[in-house]
């Protein structure tokens, strides 16, 4: 869907406003390609190269934190380094293209679910999705903050607030959610468990635990 796209594009762009120059995160390698001008479309292997380095990054810095290097990234991205700086010239322009990355595939996996998501379950899917997202970028968030950068959480939400709701009444309609609840509620409680677990550093139990917790919340009494 358009419209899902362009709600999260547009609430990233009030969140962070026009682009600043942002220092380098390493020494420049001698020789290090120049980035490729803006508006130029990419090559189908700089395109491949360019999504190999996200999944990469995403991957070191969810396992090493802040300590996550350049060349670990460019090592299980397949890649040198001189092309991970051709696409990423700063540190601060990899991290805010994986935050992007998050939220163009957060409107494909809710696009999906609408077109052919069990109506039953896709609203819990939805949540446990988003959760999970916001775990494996806590550090990416923190580091953008560290930068100066600001991500929050309930923008991007409030935009696929419409998406939201078509979930919402598929569960109500299936019998697997409460008619009491609107979407406001859905989108209080997605917003408060992805900032806890943005800035508490949960383990896997107790998040589950505390979806469990949420989901009890809104389905049916007996």
């Known amino acids: 869907m358009v419209g899902i796209r362009a709600a999260i594009a547009q609430s990233r762009t009030h969140e962070h ?9 390493e020494p420049a390698p001698a020789g290090r390609p120049q980035p490729t001008p ?9 395109r491949r190269n360019r999504t190999r380095i996200l999944e990469a990054a995403e991957a070191v810095f969810a396992a090493k934190g802040s300590a996550a290097s350049t060349e670990e990234i460019a090592q299980q991205a397949g ?18 293209a ?15 679910l ?9 609203l819990f899917t939805f949540f446990t999705g988003m959760t999970e997202r916001a775990a494996r970028t806590r550090t990416v968030i923190d580091l953008l903050a560290e930068a100066g950068i600001a991500i929050s959480v309930s923008k991007p939400v409030h935009g696929l607030r419409r998406a939201i709701e078509d979930l919402l009444a598929n569960a109500q309609d299936a019998g697997t959610v409460r008619k009491d609840v609107s979407a406001p509620e859905v989108i209080a409680l997605l917003v408060g468990v992805c900032q806890a677990t ?5 383990d896997p139990e107790v998040m589950n635990r505390t979806l469990a917790i949420v989901f ?3 389905r049916p009494r007996p």
């Not at 609408?114 to 896709?122: C, F, K, S």
């Not at 943005?198 to 949960?202: E, F, K, N, R």
């Open 17 to 25: 406003g026009s682009d600043q120059p942002m220092a380098s995160y």
């Open 38 to 46: 803006a508006g130029r479309p990419l090559r189908a292997d700089a």
């Open 79 to 96: 890649v040198g380094i001189g092309t991970v700086f051709r696409h990423f010239p700063t540190k601060e322009a990899l991290l805010q």
């Open 98 to 112: 994986i935050i992007a990355a998050q939220a163009a595939r957060l409107a494909d996996d809710i696009e999906g």
């Open 114 to 122: 609408l077109r052919g998501g069990d109506p039953a379950t896709a």
């Open 198 to 202: 943005v800035h508490t550093a949960w």
């Open 216 to 218: 009890d919340g809104l």
